[in-house]
């Protein structure tokens, strides 16, 4: 395998050593193949939102595959699963089942195109997409962890018709749709960004967004791949309250089986075949596992207190480690939305990808490998999101925020 890895992100390329081969996953917590055990802050790269292993789930995949693992035709889950999807953001009247994020960004971005009859999408840099060739510019996650914004292999013609933008710039979108009038089809963005590490959107970024593209007569993307039912159960566009035209989805809405989707507003849906002439199709899309995990990660979200139990864990977790790096001496900038954060090692505000990429990725490094040695397991990137689990508790904050307090006198 290349690197020796399935995916490159899972490499400690970063921040070097080897990665930990794990054996098994329970709750909070990770065991490796040498017997440690790790508490995570992974968490698959966001969808395990219940922790691993979670009784439920287990059930309720244990069941699905007993009652056969893939048919290829139409399903009641999957119906019940988009009607999940559709009670929590209503932006979304229809929906389609992918495998996979990238999928379904992909599929968004030529739905996108054909509704507008337009060829241009503004992206933002460091966001990240999936590897869908037009989408790999400037892009966030492992290639901006690994220094590969701009892939080999994805032809200029491609690359062409992607304008990519800073986050939290609206000037700079407003210029795009002036140098390139009626060709611009969609803008494509993380309302919050998480593969640049943790970026909110500034007050009113999204609002602006959303009135030059209804202006403009573009489409609004959310990708909210890693924001769904993650920073709010609605998502971001629930939290914010802005509206999309039309919404990506993936990790959290497989519950941990491979799972993505892709939403909006029904007139724009309505292209996609077989009711429309836009073709996008999937053997194994809306398997049973899937909407199996899918469907009850979605309904113990559902239960009452479990965001706002995030929310506290979130901010008891940032309030210990930024005290825990003012007592050490060391420059750190958390930055939070709900139960994903990242902690940069810079002391000024990170807005955008100019501002993520001065931090102290060096510092990172040995922070990483110092928290690994007590035992807890982080992405081992500077550019990526720490994600929090209802497993998490309290206790598992305070030793977190103790071995980082260790671990910056260390670094
Ligand atoms: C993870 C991610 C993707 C890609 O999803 P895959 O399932 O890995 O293809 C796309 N967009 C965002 C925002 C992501 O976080």
Known sequence: ?????????????????????????????????????????????????????HPAVIRAVSEAAGR????????????????????????????????????????????????????????????????????????????????LPDSPGVPAEVVRMTLPVAFNDPAAVSAAFAAHPNAIAAVLLEPVVGNAGVIPPAPGFLEQLRRICSEQGALLIFDEVMTGFRVARGGAQGRFGVQPDLTCLAKIVGGGVPCGAYGGRAEILGQIAPEGPVYQAGTMSGN?????AGLVTLAELGRPGVYERLEALGAALEAGLVEAARGAGVPLRVQRVGSMLTAFFTELPVTDWESARLADTERFARFHRAMLDRGVYLPPSQFESWFLSTAHTEAEIGRTVEAAGQAFRAI
């Open 288 to 292: 049973p596992l899937a909407t199996a």
């Open 68 to 147: 056969g693992i893939a048919f290829g035709a139409p399903t009641e889950a999957e119906n019940q699963l988009a009607l999940a999807i559709r009670e929590v953001m209503p932006a979304i009247e229809k929906v389609r089942l992918v495998n996979s994020g990238t999928e379904a960004v992909m599929s968004a971005i030529r739905l996108a195109r054909a509704f507008t009859g337009r060829t241009h999408v503004i992206k933002f840099i460091g966001c990240y997409h999936g590897h869908a060739d037009s989408l790999l510019v400037k892009a966030g996650s492992g290639v901006a962890t690994l220094g």
């Open 1 to 53: 395998m290349p690197g020796g890895v399935n995916s490159p992100v899972r490499a400690f390329k970063a921040v070097g050593g080897d990665p930990v081969f794990i054996a098994r996953g329970h709750g909070a917590y990770l065991d490796d193949v040498d017997g440690k055990t790790y508490l995570d802050f992974v968490g698959a790269w966001g969808p395990m939102i219940l922790g691993h292993a």
